[in-house]
């Protein structure tokens, strides 16, 4: 059986850090893209942050860019999300995510993906 389970959400004021992690279990995940996604109530599911199989490549929505990184650590089937100068605006619920497509880079659309875990909330007060 496939699981992802995201941990390190919580409760952060403005300008402060947040440290996430997604460990995989079930499947050969060193071989697949991984992703972060994330939806605030009432939007829909928005893409955050991948990277590629080998940790090569990495891929940030422009909202990030400069804020969060993106890492991966195969041997622990594990990928993390470390997320600086935080927003009131990058409150959601964050998930991430597998890829449907071994060997695959750039992966940066929910529908390319196939694995979610389920989510771990992150709130940034003002």
């Known amino acids: 059986q496939v699981q992802l389970v995201e941990s390190g959400g919580g409760l952060v004021q403005a300008g402060g850090s947040l440290r996430l992690s997604c460990a995989g279990s079930?499947?050969?995940?060193?071989?697949?893209?991984m992703g972060w996604f994330r939806q605030a109530p009432g939007k829909e599911r928005e893409f955050v942050a991948a990277?590629?199989?080998?940790?090569?490549?990495?891929y940030y929505a422009d909202s990030v860019k400069g804020r969060f990184t993106i890492s991966r650590d195969n041997a622990k089937n594990t990928v993390y999300l470390q997320m600086n100068s935080l927003k009131p605006e990058d409150t959601a619920l964050y998930y991430c995510?597998?890829?449907?497509?071994?060997?695959?880079?750039?992966?940066?659309?929910?529908?390319?993906?196939?694995?979610w875990g389920q989510g771990t909330q992150v709130t940034v007060s003002s």
């Open positions: 995510a597998a890829d449907k497509i071994p060997y695959r880079s750039g992966s940066t659309r929910v529908s390319l993906y196939d694995y």
């Open positions: 079930g499947r050969t995940f060193s071989v697949y893209d």
């Open positions: 990277i590629s199989w080998r940790g090569g490549s990495t």
